[in-house]
């Protein structure tokens, strides 16, 4: 009998949950009359139970006639409070991506302005240039229309590549990281050389599996950065090991240059945000980084006391995709 009550409460406390559902559900619904037929029944069921634990005698009685119909769709009432619950984090979810995707598109739109801007100031200059037949000038406007055209172009092939990430199906593959990273330095070489640059790489480096040409992105993102943002007080060195913890494994990419104010370690990972305006680069490349190791399920972040104390970012993977545990 204590077990019933109990059950009963339950359902009644369910209904009014799913009540609730409904109710904020019409709003947005473009099937309302269905909506307003199941918030029919969820009343009649709440009116219908509560007489189990709740003295409302003068109710129930005009309930009698319609008992078996209301006992029928007890279970398609808990299908339905699943399905609502369903239908609300949907929603939810919908309203996140909107907002990401208005944030995305106001971003895009005010980044691509600037190459657009040199591109229209430096033909002024051009036109000028032409009427006094200055053919050094003319030359350096052209140049510089160029450049202004290839920052476009690089924007929009990386804001391209952003988009397909998590889009296009690749099997993921068993991927050695110390693999990856060698086939990386390799490709690298030549600026490593000229950067004074030296990289050492644990041996023991976890076997995952991934998308391998992703994964090389990110090493190749993460080692140009350091070698971009090194300090002119010493020599760059990086340093990628990898520890095991309770979510799965983290791998390091440490170096010792000119590191990253803590209030800004958020912000690097967001489209456009360049710190560091003299340095050449789109803003795109770690949040490209960001979005592969989010379809990987994954996360990465960034530790760094501040200017000229080096930087570490660090890799999150899940016990799932990590081959040799």
């Not at 032409?130 to 990386?158: E, F, G, R, T, V």
């Not at 490593?192 to 040409?213: G, R």
């Not at 340095?279 to 960034?302: C, D, F, M, P, Q």
Request: hydrophobic share 40%; aromatic share 8%.
């Amino acid at each position: 009998m204590i077990l019933i009550n109990i059950f009963d409460m339950l359902s009644f406390i369910a209904s009014l949950c799913t009540l609730v559902l409904i109710c904020s559900g019409l709003k947005h619904s473009r099937n309302r009359d269905i909506h307003l037929l199941l918030l029919g029944i969820v009343i009649l069921y709440v009116y219908r139970n509560t007489s189990n634990f709740l003295e409302w005698s003068d109710i129930t009685p005009l309930l009698v006639p319609y008992e078996d119909y209301i006992d029928l769709v007890s279970p398609l009432l808990w299908l339905f409070i699943f399905y609502a619950f369903l239908q609300k984090l949907t929603q939810e979810e919908l309203e996140s991506k909107n907002a990401e995707l208005e944030r995305f598109v106001y971003t895009v739109s005010h980044d691509l302005k600037s190459p657009l801007v040199s591109v229209n100031g430096f033909l002024s200059l051009l036109q000028d240039d032409i009427k006094d037949n200055d053919q050094a000038q003319i030359q350096n406007d052209i140049s510089n229309i160029k450049n202004a055209a290839d920052q476009m172009n690089q924007l929009l092939d990386d804001m391209l590549e952003l988009s397909r990430i998590g889009r296009t199906s690749t099997t993921p593959q068993p991927t050695s990281l110390n693999t990856v990273i060698q086939e990386v330095i390799d490709l690298m070489t030549a600026n490593i050389k000229t950067s004074n640059a030296t990289i050492d790489i644990e041996p023991d480096l976890p076997v995952v599996l991934v998308d391998k040409t992703r994964f090389f992105e990110i090493f190749q993102n993460l080692i140009d950065n350091a070698l971009k943002y090194r300090s002119e007080n010493r020599p760059l060195h990086i340093h990628i090991f990898s520890r095991s913890s309770s979510s799965g494994t983290i791998v390091y990419i440490k170096d010792n240059g000119i590191g990253v104010n803590p209030k800004y370690h958020d912000k690097i990972f967001g489209l456009f945000n360049q710190l560091n305006p003299g340095y050449n680069g789109t803003g795109i490349g770690l949040a490209i980084v960001k979005r592969i190791i989010e379809v990987h399920h994954g996360s990465i972040w960034i530790e760094s006391e501040g200017f000229d104390c080096g930087s570490t970012f660090c890799i999150s993977l899940p016990h799932d995709i990590i081959c040799n545990k």
